[in-house]
């Protein structure tokens, strides 16, 4: 089990860039594949962007491909997703997401630890 803490979210203007963090607790860090997903009002909890455990391989949802970037800090047991040219249909709560799998899993069902999530609001 590992526990996650999001932070970072908040109100921005289209156009405008947003930097998420996720703290994780544990001496396991890098055996954790690590993924952001986001849910909107009335709508699904969706892929955003997964990181390998090592960092070395990464996945992005295609709303999200060029703009945003998943990026991992073994040492400090962290996990940022920077936001950038961000668009009022990025609105939602972004949750941190983290298992013991072997590959980047775009699907929600296949982590079992959650974040409590972060608000994210990009006004037009």
């Known amino acids: 089990q590992v526990q996650l803490v999001e932070s970072g979210g908040g109100l921005v203007q289209a156009g405008g860039s947003l930097r998420l963090s996720c703290a994780a607790s544990?001496?396991?860090?890098?055996?954790?594949?690590m993924g952001w997903f986001r849910q909107a009002p009335g709508k699904e909890r969706d892929f955003v962007a997964g990181?390998?455990?090592?960092?070395?391989?990464?996945k992005y949802g295609d709303s999200v491909k060029g703009r945003f970037t998943i990026s991992r800090d073994t040492a400090k047991n962290t996990v940022d997703l920077q936001m950038n040219s961000l668009k009022p249909e990025d609105t939602a709560v972004y949750y941190c997401?983290?298992?013991?799998?072997?590959?980047?899993?775009?699907?929600?069902?296949?982590?079992?630890?959650w974040g409590q999530g972060t608000q994210v609001t990009v006004s037009s």
């Open positions: 997401a983290a298992d013991q799998i072997y590959y980047i899993s775009t699907s929600r069902s296949t982590y079992a630890n």
């Open positions: 544990g001496r396991t860090f890098s055996r954790y594949v």
């Open positions: 990181i390998s455990g090592s960092g070395g391989s990464t």
